[in-house]
Every structure is written in structure tokens, then in C-alpha cells.
């Protein structure tokens, strides 16, 4: 079936009974943010990043002690937007990471509002939605330009110019450890968030205004 033929999803189902859910965008990018900053190996970390997800997402609350399983293979389904998990590679081998999307909030609160002008401050946007246009964001912005820094090959630029000039564009857009901030609930959180981006508002601006310059 073609993806154009089918509606982002406000339902998931759960045992073959339909279960409303919350498909503010904020949530799932909550919870890949939390996936990214926490060590997913301890078992309980990573039960209570799930079960805070499950109930912030969920409207009407599926009986998780009975249905966990199908539960979380719902959740992750509905996170990679109708997607199935990525299979192949070898084991145990990460994918370099392009962006963190709390590390890169400025820029990505610039490119939606430079691109398509869309305030992700006051924005209500299915995840679907928002992961459609995030990967639709282009060049123009500067946060496509920092994604393209960070993972480009040095090793296969042969002039030695240029490849000096990544390497710093490299070491300045790392990303860079960023401590777990613990919140009572996912609306503390969220406030936190645009608290933060409130706060980078007018660098915001000036960004969008001029193309992204990040030379200041």
C-alpha cells in the first residue's frame, strides 16, 4: 500500500480493539530524545522511558500487564511512522549520529519556522507529520548544513584544504554530552523545552532572517 493512501494514524490497535492516542509531536520526540540520553542496556531504564511514553501517548490506557509485548511493538511501529525496524549490518555497529533533537533545537526551531513557517513553539503537528517535514528540510536551512558536517567522510576528501575545513566545522558542531535532566512529568519536560527555546528566541530570529549564519 502506498504511503500517500494512508492517513497518519490516531488510533493504535491493540488486540484488535482500536486505542485512541496523543499525536502532539512532542511526545515521540520526547521519547527519542530520552532513548538517545539514556543507556538503553539497563532493562530498567529503558522500562521506565517505555512505560512513561505508553502513558503519555495513549488517550484510552491498554492494559499493559496483559498486553506489553504488543503494546511496545505498537509504540515502536507508530515512532518509525509505519516503517519497519532497519535490519542488516553488522552487529553491534552504530549508525553516526547527525543530530540530537534536544542538542539541536535552536536550529531545528530555526529551519521550521525559515522553510515552511511553522512555530514548533505553538505548533500541532501529528509525529508523522513532523518527521515528513523534518526530513524535507533542505539545505537552505543552516541545521541541513551542521547535519551534513558532522557525517561527512573526511577520509574521502582528498584535498587537504578542504579537508581541514571540515574537521573544524566537525569539532564545532560536535554533538556533545548533555546531562539527563530528570522531570516529574512529561509536561514538565515540555515546559522546560520551550523554556529553553524561548530563551534562544531571538538568536532564532536573527538565524532565520539571514539564512543561518553561523558565524554570528
Partial sequence: ???????????????????????DFRIMADFEIRINEAD????????????????????????????????VSRLMWYFRCG???????????????????AYDSEYIYAAFLQQYGIDLLTAELHW?????LFLGLTEET?????????CTDVSKIKNKDEKAR?????????????????????????????EHIKQRYAEVQRLAKHGGDVNG
Fill in 142 to 150: 543552516e541545521f541541513v548544513k551542521i547535519m551534513q558536517y558532522r
Fill in 128 to 132: 508523522w507529520t513532523f518527521r515528513s
Fill in 83 to 101: 516503517k519497519e525496524a532497519e535490519s542488516g549490518g553488522s552487529e553491534g555497529k552504530k549508525r553516526k549520529r547527525c543530530y540530537d533533537l
Fill in 1 to 23: 500500500m502506498s504511503v500517500f493512501t494512508q492517513e497518519p494514524p490516531r488510533f493504535l490497535v491493540i488486540s484488535e480493539k482500536p486505542y485512541r492516542i496523543n499525536t
Fill in 166 to 194: 571540515i574537521k573544524k566545522l566537525q569539532e564545532l558542531f560536535a554533538l556533545k554530552e548533555h546531562k539527563i535532566r530528570r522531570f516529574a512529568s512529561l509536561a514538565d519536560r515540555n515546559t522546560a523545552y520551550r
Fill in 40 to 71: 538503553i542496556s539497563d532493562r530498567n531504564t529503558f522500562s521506565s522511558i517505555l512505560s512513561e511514553t505508553i502513558s503519555a501517548l495513549f488517550i484510552d490506557k491498554p492494559d499493559v500487564s496483559t498486553h506489553t509485548s504488543e503494546i
